[in-house]
């Protein structure tokens, strides 16, 4: 279990201390123990994250080893996509990419707001580097750019347990706030290089 990369408090008000208190401490957990359970005494006992989740993906038969390995991954991605005091305007390095990819910053923004937005149901929204262009895109449930071969740069979890306690129903409140307020563009960049 990585450790939360800051405290259980340090993005109130956008996220509250028992929403993170949950997410990491419940959902997260249970993803790792599950995983364990999974692979003890199997081939991927030793292995690291990232092959599971490539050897896993598409597979029927590993679709339960996959789902949880892909969510151990995509949770600790998500808690180093954001920050206290994130958001504003990402590093010059990041924002000429930004432009270049997207024409603003806003734009941008605009677009990971709509996949976080319109994603149905359980999921998750990413900036990725495809190739030299960035892109957004959305994945279901446990799916992940990883197994699709895109190099993910930031992460907003959209799963109900990821806004509920705070939100309630207004998923768009909450993604604007992260987008706004807690959305760290130096890890985005550190991702890109
Ligand atoms: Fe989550």
């Known amino acids: ?19 993170v208190g949950f997410h990491y401490g419940k959902h997260h957990k249970g993803y790792v123990d599950n995983l364990n359970k999974l692979v003890a005494g199997t081939e991927y006992a030793d292995a690291p994250l990232e092959k599971i ?12 080893v996959f789902n949880n390995a892909a969510q151990v991954w995509n949770h600790t991605f998500y808690w180093k996509s954001l920050r206290a005091k994130g958001g504003g305007e990402p590093p010059a390095a990041l924002k000429r990419k930004i432009e270049a990819s ?16 319109s994603q149905f149901g359980s999921g998750w929204a990413w900036l990725v580097l495809n190739g030299d262009k960035l892109e957004i895109i959305k994945t279901a449930n446990a799916d992940t ?12 979890d959209v799963w109900e347990h990821a806004y509920y306690l705070d939100y309630q129903n207004r998923r768009a409140d909450y993604v ?9 563009w130096e890890f985005a960049l550190q991702n890109a290089g």
């Open 1 to 19: 279990m990585p450790p939360l990369p800051y405290a259980e408090n340090a993005l109130a008000p956008v996220i509250s201390a028992k929403t």
């Open 102 to 117: 997207f024409g603003s910053v806003d734009v941008c923004k605009k677009e990971i707001a709509n996949a976080a937005v």
């Open 176 to 184: 604007n706030a992260v987008l706004d307020k807690l959305l760290n």
């Open 145 to 156: 750019p990883l197994a699709s071969g895109t190099k993910p740069l930031l992460a907003i």
């Open 53 to 64: 989740i490539t050897d896993t993906a598409g597979k029927a038969d590993k679709a339960l």
